[in-house]
């Protein structure tokens, strides 16, 4: 089993193999006595690592083991335990058959830019994001958002004393007159230098990329707007005598606005690690959905013998042991056995599903009562638990955010305010008093710096801010800007039954008794039996007999037969409960509660019979019922035009049931994950704005393609996590409350973008010199600062206001 030095490796044999630069040969699959025979001490001493297939010399020190009376050598410790922790899978064959995986690096692509595709992390090139992994799960930490933290801190120390000086004696803190004006100058060249130089560099970087792109946007602004107050700044303390003297402060020192450099990165910088935060937490929806597969699966070999083996190294054709309350570990058929199967996974339904011998079972779903063994069929990859998680990659990634209002602004206000700078220079040096050249250097300086709002880094995250805490209190929590920008506009919502419409757990809602069995009896007998079932319907149903106050004696003789229900012995009686089949097993006439039965079953609810010493003594029927408010938010939500579909994996007569009661508008039944998702999918291609509501795994990859995804808070964690809005209470009106707080918060931006701009657009052909022929004054970089500090102030009070929106 010789191993090549190729370029080729697979990821699968370089991860196997421990050591780099070994790949796996093209021939055949040696069977177990060939592998045996490889492990054999060679002439020259030495003998073949079982596991990767390195040459192992003996009397070195190597790991060894003995397993089943022969030694096995291995190159590393890591070659032993992963023999040790699975034998068979080395012994038998099954590691040549296991099929590899083609090496292939995580490739990046920019949310808003899909067409930007590249190997590692890095900058989007048109818009400046940072790019994201393609699979939705990155690697490690997220090294921009603690590299970003880092240069956050540092310019929030520096804006701190910055600020002290420059605007102190406005509050009564006469700090420069205690330094002097000569040491403060330098003091504040000192703070800002290490900003700008270095906190700001990633900034300048997008900044001259999107020049060099001609996608001019927000980092435009910044880098021009903070380039020329730094590089003024600089100018004016080291070369104060450039300066004419009408620019001069009365201590004749030539006014800096270092301040205004630092205090721009530091705002930005907020508004970016709040972003970054937020959009790290869109790989936890995939976290949880690759928990929801154990990490180890017990193999049954050809000899019979039982072990955990780890994932990874199941193949297709293994025997697995499932037992109960255990997850099944990949996509098989039942082999052996009968039980009830959690697929709530998959069909969001809280009742289990009967399994017995040659039925499919899926990865992921729960193992409920029966002990199982199942044939492994799709492994890695190819199991739908893998499918899902796919969908809900890949949509999250195509979820581009809204292009942001300040970036479709700065691509015409950034080309209008470099003109009007190079316009002003050129005036004041060809029209200009002496010394021309310097008022021309002040008047264009002074326009970039006016033009670059600091205001623009928090007109966003001031509001998102205030909105997410005033959403909180209203029960509604955002988890990202684009979900509320998204929820203002939605024209359609699609909605997932159980626990979203529905409570999500059965009760007990219909009593029925035939002949002269009292409802008293009939409880009694019905609660004694289902109190020994583990089965979700009998929760209900006991509960529903405790609530009616009927006491329970215990049953005697009790059996459980899979797929029917449950019979025994009650005060001397026998008693049988369960379907259709189960009486026609116990030779009961259903004649007289057939067509009651067949009502029930049209209203959604699951109707059971009870039979006592032979004959039919009654029905109870189980449901899951509709929340209570649930008919008032679809109303509410018609009248603001939002067409409701519901998209359930329940039957369609139980779906059909609930959507007449509640009025919704249509009715997709019988659908799993895969079909949510194209459903959310071809009603977008249509043109709608959707939202998707859900609480379930089986919601996970619709709730990531929606435009929003509302997720109920008494849900899964992985809907949670795949929602970009969240709904504490799991109330339906929690949906009409986020509308209106959406609506509110798209309002308040839009206000904040004015103020960010309105002053600074003012200030600019003031500050280009038009008002120096009737005045005589030319706008001083000081008063352009001013105006961007009280845009900064006008945009927080404006925020501010969304406390007190009535939801």
Request: aromatic letters at 6%.
């Given at each position: 089993?010789?191993?090549?030095?190729?370029?080729?490796?697979?990821k699968?044999?370089?991860?196997?193999?421990?050591?780099?630069?070994?790949?796996?040969?093209?021939?055949?699959?040696?069977?177990?006595a060939?592998?045996?025979?490889?492990?054999t001490?060679?002439?020259?001493?030495?003998?073949?690592?079982?596991v990767?297939?390195?040459?192992?010399?003996?009397?070195?020190?190597?790991?060894?083991?003995?397993?089943?009376?022969?030694?096995?050598?291995?190159?590393?410790?890591?070659?032993?335990?992963?023999?040790?922790?699975?034998?068979?899978?080395?012994?038998?064959g099954?590691?040549?058959?296991?099929?590899?995986?083609?090496?292939?690096?995580?490739?990046?692509?920019?949310?808003?830019?899909?067409?930007i595709?590249?190997?590692?992390?890095?900058?989007?090139?048109?818009?400046?994001?940072?790019?994201?992994?393609?699979?939705?799960?990155?690697?490690?930490?997220?090294?921009?958002?603690?590299?970003?933290?880092?240069?956050?801190?540092?310019?929030?120390?520096?804006?701190i004393?910055?600020?002290?000086?420059?605007?102190?004696?406005?509050?009564?803190?006469?700090?420069?007159?205690?330094?002097?004006?000569?040491?403060?100058?330098?003091?504040?060249?000192?703070?800002?230098?290490?900003?700008?130089?270095?906190?700001?560099?990633?900034?300048?970087?997008?900044?001259?990329?999107?020049?060099?792109?001609?996608?001019?946007?927000?980092?435009?602004?910044?880098m021009?707007?903070?380039?020329?107050?730094?590089?003024?700044?600089?100018?004016?303390?080291?070369?104060p005598?450039?300066?004419?003297?009408?620019?001069?402060?009365?201590?004749?020192?030539?006014?800096?606005?270092?301040?205004?450099?630092?205090?721009?990165?530091?705002?930005?910088?907020?508004?970016?690690?709040?972003?970054?935060?937020?959009?790290?937490?869109?790989?936890?929806?995939?976290?949880?959905?690759?928990?929801?597969?154990?990490?180890?699966?017990?193999?049954?070999?050809?000899?019979?013998?039982?072990?955990?083996?780890?994932?990874?190294?199941?193949?297709?054709?293994?025997?697995?042991?499932?037992r109960?309350?255990?997850?099944?570990?990949?996509?098989?058929?039942?082999?052996?056995?009968?039980?009830?199967?959690?697929?709530?996974?998959?069909?969001?339904e809280?009742?289990?599903?009967?399994?017995?011998?040659?039925?499919?079972?899926?990865?992921?779903?729960?193992?409920?009562?029966?002990?199982?063994?199942?044939?492994?069929?799709?492994?890695?990859?190819?199991?739908?638990?893998?499918?899902?998680?796919?969908?809900?990659?890949?949509?999250?990634?195509?979820?581009?955010?809204?292009?942001?209002?300040?970036?479709?602004?700065?691509?015409?206000?950034?080309?209008?305010?470099?003109?009007?700078?190079?316009?002003?220079?050129?005036?004041?040096?060809v029209?200009?008093?002496?010394?021309?050249?310097?008022?021309?250097?002040?008047?264009?300086v002074?326009?970039?710096?006016?033009?670059?709002?600091?205001?623009?880094?928090?007109?966003t995250?001031?509001?998102?801010?205030?909105?997410?805490?005033?959403?909180?209190?209203?029960?509604?929590?955002v988890?990202?800007?684009?979900?509320?920008?998204?929820?203002?506009?939605?024209?359609?919502?699609?909605?997932?039954?159980?626990?979203?419409?529905?409570?999500?757990?059965?009760?007990?809602?219909?009593?029925?008794?035939?002949?002269?069995?009292?409802?008293?009896?009939?409880?009694?007998?019905?609660?004694?039996l289902?109190?020994?079932?583990?089965?979700?319907?009998?929760?209900?149903?006991?509960s529903?007999?405790?609530?009616?106050?009927?006491?329970?004696?215990?049953?005697?003789?009790?059996?459980?037969?899979?797929?029917?229900?449950?019979?025994?012995?009650?005060?001397?009686?026998?008693?049988?409960?369960?379907?259709?089949?189960?009486?026609?097993?116990?030779?009961?006439?259903?004649?007289?509660?057939?067509?009651?039965?067949?009502?029930?079953?049209?209203?959604?609810?699951?109707?059971?019979?009870?039979?006592?010493?032979?004959?039919?003594?009654?029905?109870?029927?189980?449901?899951d019922?509709?929340?209570?408010?649930?008919?008032?938010?679809?109303?509410?939500?018609?009248?603001?035009?939002?067409?409701?579909?519901?998209?359930?994996?329940?039957?369609?007569?139980?779906?059909?049931?609930?959507?007449?009661?509640?009025?919704?508008?249509?009715?997709?039944?019988?659908?799993?994950?895969?079909?949510?998702?194209?459903?959310i999918?071809?009603?977008?291609?249509?043109?709608?704005?959707?939202?998707?509501?859900?609480?379930?795994?089986?919601?996970?990859?619709?709730?990531?393609?929606a435009?929003?995804?509302?997720?109920?808070?008494?849900?899964?964690?992985?809907?949670?996590?795949?929602a970009?809005?969240?709904?504490?209470?799991?109330?339906?009106?929690?949906?009409?409350?986020?509308r209106?707080?959406?609506?509110?918060?798209?309002?308040?931006?839009?206000?904040?973008?004015?103020?960010a701009?309105?002053?600074?657009?003012?200030?600019?052909?003031?500050?280009?010199?038009?008002?120096?022929?009737?005045?005589?004054?030319?706008?001083?970089?000081?008063?352009?600062?001013?105006?961007m500090?009280?845009?900064?102030?006008?945009?927080?009070?404006?925020?501010?206001?969304?406390?007190?929106?009535?939801?």
């Open positions: 089993m010789e191993h090549s030095h190729g370029n080729h490796a697979t699968e044999m370089v991860a196997d193999s421990c050591c780099s630069g070994h790949a796996n040969g093209a021939e055949a699959a040696p069977g177990p060939e592998i045996l025979k490889s492990a001490v060679a002439v020259d001493g030495t003998v073949k690592d079982i990767c297939g390195m040459t192992v010399p003996l009397g070195k020190g190597k790991p060894s083991l003995t397993y089943k009376g022969k030694e096995f050598h291995f190159c590393n410790p890591k070659c032993h335990d992963r023999f040790e922790a699975d034998p068979y899978f080395y012994l038998s099954n590691k040549a058959k296991k099929k590899t995986v083609v090496a292939k690096d995580t490739k990046y692509t920019c949310p808003m830019d899909p067409e595709v590249q190997d590692g992390p890095g900058t989007c090139p048109i818009c400046g994001m940072a790019l994201e992994p393609m699979d939705g799960v990155a690697e490690g930490p997220n090294h921009e958002l603690i590299d970003f933290t880092r240069r956050l801190w540092v310019s929030g120390l520096a804006a004393p910055l600020l002290v000086l420059t605007m102190g004696p406005m509050v009564g803190l006469p700090a420069r007159q205690w330094i002097g004006e000569t040491f403060s100058v330098w003091l504040e060249f000192a703070l800002a230098t290490p900003v700008v130089l270095w906190a700001a560099k990633p900034f300048f970087h997008r900044g001259w990329t999107s020049i060099k792109t001609w996608n001019l946007n927000m980092w435009t602004l910044i021009l707007g903070v380039g020329a107050a730094y590089a003024y700044s600089v100018v004016a303390t080291f070369f005598g450039l300066f004419p003297d009408s620019l001069k402060m009365a201590g004749g020192h030539v006014p800096v606005y270092f301040e205004a450099a630092v205090v721009i990165i530091a705002l930005v910088f907020v508004g970016q690690v709040l972003e970054l935060r937020a959009r790290e937490r869109t790989g936890d929806a995939i976290r949880a959905l690759l928990d929801l597969a154990p990490k180890t699966a017990r193999r049954i070999t050809p000899e019979g013998e039982e072990y955990d083996a780890p994932l990874e190294n199941i193949i297709a054709g293994d025997l697995l042991r499932v109960p309350g255990e997850a099944i570990p990949v996509d098989g058929v039942i082999a052996e056995g009968a039980s009830s199967v959690d697929e709530s996974m998959l069909t969001g809280p009742l289990p599903i009967e399994k017995n011998t040659g039925d499919p079972v899926t990865g992921g779903t729960l193992n409920k009562n029966g002990t199982l063994a199942i044939e492994a069929r799709q492994v890695g990859d190819e199991t739908m638990l893998a499918q899902i998680v796919a969908m809900v990659a890949g949509a999250q990634r195509s979820r581009a955010p809204i292009q942001g209002l300040a970036d479709r602004v700065a691509a015409w206000f950034v080309p209008t305010v470099v003109a009007v700078a190079v316009t002003a220079f050129f005036a004041w040096l029209f200009g008093p002496q010394p021309a050249f310097v008022f021309a250097v002040v008047s264009a002074s326009v970039l710096i006016i033009a670059c709002p600091c205001a623009l880094g928090l007109a995250p001031m509001s998102i801010m205030t909105a997410t805490g005033r959403g909180a209190q209203a029960g509604v929590l988890k990202e800007a684009g979900a509320l920008e998204a929820v203002a506009r939605i024209d359609t919502l699609v909605v997932d039954k159980t626990g979203t419409l529905t409570e999500g757990r059965p009760v007990l809602t219909d009593v029925v008794t035939f002949g002269r069995t009292s409802e008293t009896a009939l409880l009694a007998a019905a609660g004694a289902e109190k020994g079932s583990e089965h979700p319907l009998a929760e209900a149903i006991v529903g007999v405790a609530e009616r106050g009927v006491k329970i004696s215990p049953a005697g003789a009790f059996e459980a037969v899979t797929g029917m229900g449950v019979r025994g012995t009650v005060s001397g009686k026998k008693v049988a409960l369960g379907n259709a089949r189960m009486m026609a097993a116990e030779e009961v006439d259903l004649s007289s509660g057939k067509e009651k039965a067949e009502r029930l079953h049209h209203e959604g609810k699951t109707a059971m019979f009870v039979a006592i010493n032979g004959r039919l003594a009654g029905i109870l029927a189980v449901a019922p509709v929340k209570e408010n649930a008919g008032e938010a679809i109303a509410a939500l018609h009248e603001k035009g939002v067409r409701i579909i519901m998209a359930t994996g329940d039957n369609e007569t139980t779906a059909k049931a609930v959507a007449e009661r509640l009025g919704i508008d249509d009715v997709r039944a019988g659908v799993l994950p895969e079909d949510k998702k194209a459903l999918d071809e009603l977008r291609a249509a043109g709608r704005k959707v939202a998707m509501a859900g609480d379930g795994i089986n919601d996970a990859p619709a709730l990531a393609a435009d929003v995804g509302i997720a109920m808070g008494t849900g899964t964690d992985v809907a949670l996590e795949s970009g809005i969240t709904l504490l209470k799991g109330d339906l009106s929690a949906i009409v409350r986020a209106r707080l959406a609506e509110a918060t798209l309002s308040n931006i839009k206000q904040n973008l004015f103020f701009f309105a002053y600074n657009t003012v200030g600019v052909p003031i500050a280009a010199g038009v008002l120096y022929p009737l005045t005589g004054m030319l706008l001083s970089p000081m008063i352009a600062a001013a105006a500090s009280l845009s900064s102030v006008s945009v927080i009070a404006n925020a501010l206001r969304l406390r007190g929106l009535k939801l």
